[in-house]
């Protein structure tokens, strides 16, 4: 089992930024892949950005070049630095762990942290 915990959401103006923390409890050895997606009212839950076990990193076109993705593993903790925050950026930040054990996959989550850009 696999415990995460984000912090670090708000309200900020747009062109501004966050960041976010994901800090994983319990089975951390498992996990293969980290990540972050979100939700937007009414909207499907999306892919932010991944980083995997050895730190490469995967980006949603959306964010690229705007949020960065890291780990610090001697903190067991994911970050997701976000800039030139976008008033579409707003939506509920949800942290994944990823443990794959073929042919299982396992999904932890996060209880979500709340981003809302104003415009």
């Known amino acids: 089992q696999v415990q995460l915990v984000e912090s670090g959401g708000g309200l900020v103006q747009a062109g501004g930024s966050l960041r976010l923390s994901c800090a994983a409890s319990?089975?951390?050895?498992?996990?293969?892949?980290m990540g972050w997606y979100r939700q937007a009212p009414g909207k499907q839950r999306e892919l932010v950005a991944t980083?995997?076990?050895?730190?490469?990193?995967n980006y949603a076109d959306s964010v690229k070049g705007r949020f960065t993705i890291s780990r610090d593993n001697a903190k067991n903790t994911v970050y997701l630095q976000m800039n030139s925050l976008k008033p579409e950026d707003t939506a509920v930040y949800y942290c994944?762990?990823?443990?794959?054990?073929?042919?299982?996959?396992?999904?932890?989550w996060g209880q979500g942290t709340q981003v809302t850009v104003s415009s």
């Open positions: 994944n762990a990823r443990v794959l054990r073929p042919p299982v996959t396992y999904d932890y």
């Open positions: 319990g089975s951390i050895f498992t996990i293969n892949l």
């Open positions: 980083i995997t076990s050895g730190g490469s990193r």
